[in-house]
């Protein structure tokens, strides 16, 4: 996770013939040709590209400005498309005639064809304004009028992230917090033995270091990616001070922060009361469609793996894999390969209580 700065106007893809030449700015020294080679078929790390651009823009690393320029220059589509969309907001490239290129007729149609051409990282719908986000709503803690989202804008990062990303770790400083735009991310802890214990999945709308960005303490949990997500980044210190301004802020944190705290209590409750693997294991599958109707069977296309069944309900992989062939033969579930079929809503029910 970074500490970002204020954000920059939605980038436009950068032109070949827009990219520097060696010598030509006068914030990069001069560099071996060698040093910015095309032909890079090995895809880069968009976070990698992410940490050269704030290093850049925020320090000065000339480094990290070729390793952009190298970057954008890439045989990988994707790693050039990260690249130059990043170099299209620098300040660094603001005098470089990029504003008359992108008016003119050639460049006009070369972007037409880009913009058909290129599609977006992940197949996510990049939304690069607040305002103009058409996902919110009143239950998203970004659901602010247009005047707050001005501000929020001005102080935030947009970035677009895979599955398996780490944005923070379990007790590490508080740099910041993050906006679920899209997408999905698995909140876990992990005990002293290694153990890992995933206690929640937060969806779209929902915050991630809100606690620890008000409080100043370390992160309670470690937040990685569990599918593809675009985040909005906000450091703590810009955090604060809209708190401070804005009252909608500091409303939406104290609505988060209290449905944080009946979650976790739901969570506690269930742990404690519920004492065995298989009354567990049946809340978890009941909690994927809880609002069925008792006598329909329920298809779930299951996202989980044995694996993160185990760590959401504190067992073995092993355990998870007995208690489902225990269910099936039972005939409580049926499974189809990626598919599990609830097919005695009542029964999972008795046993989960």
């Known amino acids: 996770m970074l ?3 204020a954000s920059h106007p939605p980038p436009v893809p950068v032109p070949d013939d827009a990219l520097p030449t060696i010598g030509e700015s006068q914030n990069l020294p001069a560099i071996a040709p060698e040093a910015i080679a095309p032909g890079q078929c090995q895809a880069i790390d968009p976070f990698c590209l992410f940490a050269c651009r704030v290093e850049w823009e925020q320090r000065e690393d000339p480094c990290a400005g070729w390793e952009l320029i190298a970057a954008a220059r890439s ?5 050039r498309a990260h690249a130059r969309a990043l170099l299209a907001g ?14 003119s007729p050639v460049y006009r149609k070369r972007q037409e064809s880009v913009d058909t051409e290129m599609k977006a990282p992940y197949g996510l719908d990049i939304v690069e304004n607040c305002n103009e986000c058409a996902m919110t709503n009143s ?22 992230l895979p599955a398996g990303a780490i944005l923070f770790v379990e007790g590490q400083a508080p740099r910041g917090m993050f906006i679920i735009c899209s997408g999905k991310v698995n909140l876990s802890t992990t005990s002293r033995e290694g153990k890992i214990l995933i206690l929640k999945t937060a969806m779209a709308g929902e915050t991630l270091g809100l606690s620890a960005s008000v409080s100043g303490m370390g992160y ?3 937040a990685e990616t569990a599918a593809p997500c675009q985040l909005n980044f906000i450091d703590r210190k810009h955090f604060l001070e809209l708190m401070q301004s804005h009252c909608e802020v500091g409303m939406h944190a104290a609505q988060c922060l209290s449905r944080d705290f009946q979650s976790a209590h739901r969570d506690i409750h269930d742990l404690v009361l519920t004492r065995s ?3 567990k294991l049946a809340r978890l ?4 469609f809880p609002s069925q109707e008792e006598e329909a069977e329920t298809r779930i296309h299951s996202v989980m793996t044995h694996e993160e069944m185990a760590q959401r309900i504190g067992a073995s992989r092993e355990t998870v894999t007995r208690l489902l062939s225990n269910l099936r033969r039972k005939r409580l579930i049926r499974l189809d390969g990626p598919s599990l079929t609830i097919r005695d809503r009542p029964g999972l029910k008795a046993l989960a209580t």
């Not at 045989?75 to 790693?79: H, K, L, M, R, S």
């Open 75 to 79: 045989a990988n589509a994707d790693t």
């Open 285 to 288: 599958l009941l909690s994927q």
């Open 90 to 103: 620098s300040r660094h490239l603001g005098g470089m005639g990029m504003g008359a290129i992108s008016e």
């Open 139 to 160: 239950m998203f803690f970004c659901g602010f009028p247009h005047s707050v989202l001005d501000s929020l804008d001005d102080v935030s990062h947009r970035s677009t």
């Open 3 to 5: 500490n970002v700065g």
């Open 220 to 222: 309670e949990t470690t």
């Open 277 to 279: 693997s298989k009354g």
